[in-house]
């Protein structure tokens, strides 16, 4: 079992919808990352966080730590957010060390 | 501010041949990320460099790879001998500090292609 497990690996919605993406974890982290790969593009960090909720426009991603989850979510879509979003997390204890990454949600926004 | 930088975005390489792929972190950033992703599967983490030092290289190869973050100029990753299977995007991120919470900066990656 991976680490980092995200799901739906794949999701097609119509524009205008309400997308979310969910992240479950299985160590213990201090924090936790949400990051938007378009096709043959570079990567780009949205969210880190530790506890609660944050949001970045249309965007908003929520952890519990007790349970080990994440979602992000993503009001009134649109075809600019197909993209892969990767959840990743920073393990607890080990300082700056690398992410762990969860294989990616292929996310398809059809107009 | 200019962004985390990576050169050459494509490479293409022979077998036997050697790849030099280079990262130049975000001004004020000290500590360099080198992860790996290859088709069809996840990110993988590397390496981690600060300055002048190998902090964690849990997830090189054992052989064959190199990672170096010199005083002074960009960080490398040095794949010798390469294979087939070395082809996949390879990104680096940098971050300002240590610690348990930062955030990582990532740049476009070079996408290497061992033909």
């Known amino acids: 079992k991976n680490e980092v497990e995200q799901s739906p690996q794949n999701l097609t919605a119509q524009e205008g919808e309400f997308i979310t993406i969910n992240c479950s974890y299985s160590?213990?982290?201090?924090?936790l990352h949400w990051l938007q790969q378009h096709p043959g593009g570079g990567i780009v960090s949205l969210f880190m966080?530790?506890?609660g909720k944050k949001k970045h426009g249309r965007l908003i991603a929520t952890i519990n730590i007790q349970e080990k989850h994440s979602s992000l979510h993503i009001t009134a879509s649109h075809p600019r957010d197909s993209a892969v979003y990767i959840c990743a997390v920073s393990r607890k204890g080990g300082g700056a060390d690398g992410l762990t990454f969860g294989k990616g949600t292929h996310l398809i926004i059809q107009p | 501010n200019a962004g985390v930088m990576q050169n050459p975005r494509h490479l293409v390489r022979r077998r036997g041949q050697e790849a030099r792929l280079r990262c130049s972190p975000m001004?004020?950033?000290?500590?360099v990320y080198w992860y790996r992703q290859l088709p069809e599967e996840g990110l993988k983490f590397m390496v981690y460099?600060?300055?002048?030092?190998?902090?964690?290289e849990s997830g090189m190869p054992k052989e064959r790879f190199s990672a170096e973050f010199p005083k002074e100029g960009p960080s490398i990753l040095r794949i010798q001998q390469v294979v087939r299977g070395d082809s996949a995007a390879y990104f680096c991120?940098?971050?300002?500090?240590?610690?348990?919470?930062?955030?990582?900066?990532f740049g476009p990656g070079t996408r290497l292609t061992v033909t």
């Open positions: 001004k004020g950033h000290s500590h």
């Open positions: 966080l530790s506890s």
């Open positions: 160590v213990g982290i201090s924090a």
């Open positions: 460099l600060q300055k002048e030092n190998i902090i964690d």
């Open positions: 991120a940098s971050s300002k500090t240590s610690g348990s919470i930062y955030e990582q900066y």
